[in-house]
Each structure stands twice: as structure tokens, then as C-alpha cells.
């Protein structure tokens, strides 16, 4: 087997050796729980869907994931993360069957053994952490099903606020997040077409931090209100991309 790229073994550790404990599912979230109904409204996922979910780590959207479609694969690079995951699962009383933890890199998925095709394929904040965003789309494309979506949930580049977040957060560090100022949504939508996706319309939305959205909701009122207003659109800290795998192949598939 090929051993893993030093970027990687990065990834892993600052994940292995860390607490993290704004990554961790709770109890009740109304911040996550609003990201994944965003998710789950551009994927277009359903009761009775399956879901791979890239970069779950500990569990942190999974759960409410899994309360939308009928199966969600959680797929993580550290073990660590995806054991805590499954002891997660098991605390809460949900079948293996319904949330299963899968300890894999997205760049080694022939050897995860996964059940395809998906129904989706969604990543909450991970594409800014691969190496080769290309290249894992390339990967990832297969593990979709015809007329399926691959969404992501990334932070916007542009949003400064973004910045004072990676600083003061210590579950973040600058070099593990700075993949972010080269994710243009023009770029990941490059990647997907090369890959024979078609790109859907990308979402711009958000304001509060999760501290401050899960105590007030007047405040999220006033989030919902403000992004109506187009001229305030580039800068909210959130981006939604999304694309669909055609019926059928084209002639311009992976060229």
C-alpha cells in the first residue's frame, strides 16, 4: 500500500491529538441543525435515502443528518474520530445499519468496501482540508448515483470574520485552514465539470456563530432577513456548492 502523503499524516494528527470539543455532537443544536437542513434541501435528500458523508470526524452533523435520509455512511481519515463516533451512535440507541462509521481517506476509497451507489455525497467543512480537490472529486464521482448530488458546506474566503474566527478558536490553526483562501466556488465548479458533474447554483448565507444562533432566536431572524439583501450576498460566511452526476454520461466525462 502506498503510504500516506505527508499532508495526510498532518490532517490526522491535528485531529488525533487534539479535544476538539466544538466538533463534537450535543444534544440539541439549532446551528447544526439549520446547516443540515440547507444541506439537505440543495442534495435534494429524502427519507429513503443513503447518504456518504466525507470528513464526518466526530459526529458533529451526522446525527442530524441521519434524522433526514434513512442511511448515512460517516466516513473519517482518523480513527479516532470515527471509534468516538461510533460510541456516539451506540450512547444514542441508533442502529449501526442506519449511521455507519468508516474509518477511510477520501483519496483511498477502493479500499473502504462502501455499498454503492449513494444516493448523495455531502462534507461539512472538509473540502478546504484536502489536499487535491480534483483529484477527490475525481474520486468521489463514482460513489454517487446517476442523477445523485455532491454538496459541500465550505467557509466563505471572503467573509473577514472568518479570519478572527481561525485565530481565536483553538480547534482551528492557520495551517490547517488556509485551503480556504484558494477554494473559489468558480474553481470547485471547474473540478466538477472536469469530473462530468453539473454544477448547481451555489448558496451564500449565515451570520451567526454558534453561540450566539442556538441562544437567540430573534437573531436568527435577523440572520434569515439579511441575506435576502443582495449587495451583503459575497460576504456571508457561508457557501453551499452543490452538482449533479447526468442520467447518463456525456462525452465530456473526466476529460
Known amino acids: 500500500m502506498t503510504p500516506d502523503s505527508e499532508h495526510t499524516v498532518r490532517q490526522r494528527e491535528f485531529y488525533e491529538t ?3 470539543p466544538a466538533l463534537r455532537p450535543r444534544g440539541d443544536d439549532a446551528y447544526v441543525d439549520n446547516l443540515v437542513a440547507r444541506m439537505c434541501a440543495v ?3 429524502q427519507a429513503h435515502h443513503r447518504v456518504l458523508e466525507v470528513g464526518a470526524g466526530f459526529g458533529r452533523f ?3 443528518l441521519a434524522e ?3 442511511q448515512v455512511t460517516a466516513l473519517d481519515l482518523s480513527r479516532q474520530a470515527t471509534e468516538a463516533l461510533a460510541r456516539e451512535r451506540d450512547a444514542r440507541g441508533i442502529d449501526p445499519a442506519r449511521v455507519d462509521a468508516v474509518n477511510a481517506d477520501v483519496d483511498r476509497l477502493a479500499d473502504a468496501s462502501l455499498d454503492t451507489p449513494f444516493d448523495a455525497v455531502v462534507g461539512f467543512f472538509v473540502l478546504h482540508h484536502l ?3 480534483g483529484a477527490s472529486l475525481d474520486r468521489l464521482t463514482p460513489w454517487v448515483r446517476r442523477d ?6 465550505e467557509p466563505n474566503r471572503w467573509n473577514p ?3 478572527f474566527q481561525v485565530a481565536c478558536c483553538p480547534d482551528m490553526a492557520w495551517r490547517e485552514e488556509r485551503g480556504v483562501w484558494r477554494l473559489a466556488a468558480s474553481a470547485v465548479e471547474a473540478h466538477c465539470r472536469r469530473n462530468g458533474l453539473e454544477p448547481l447554483a451555489t448558496e451564500r448565507f449565515g451570520l451567526m456563530p454558534p453561540q450566539v444562533y442556538n441562544r437567540s432566536p430573534r437573531l436568527r431572524r435577523f440572520e434569515s432577513w439579511l441575506e435576502r439583501w443582495r449587495w451583503v450576498r459575497p460576504v456571508l460566511p457561508f457557501l453551499l456548492l452543490s452538482a449533479r452526476r447526468p442520467a447518463a454520461e456525456t462525452a465530456s466525462a473526466g476529460s
Do not use: K, P
Not at 148 to 153: D, I, P, Q, R, S
Open 18 to 20: 487534539r479535544a476538539h
Open 43 to 45: 442534495a435534494g435528500i
Open 62 to 64: 451526522t446525527f442530524a
Open 68 to 70: 433526514r435520509c434513512a
Open 131 to 133: 489536499e487535491d480537490v
Open 148 to 153: 445523485g448530488v455532491v454538496a459541500f458546506l
Open 161 to 163: 470574520l472568518y479570519l
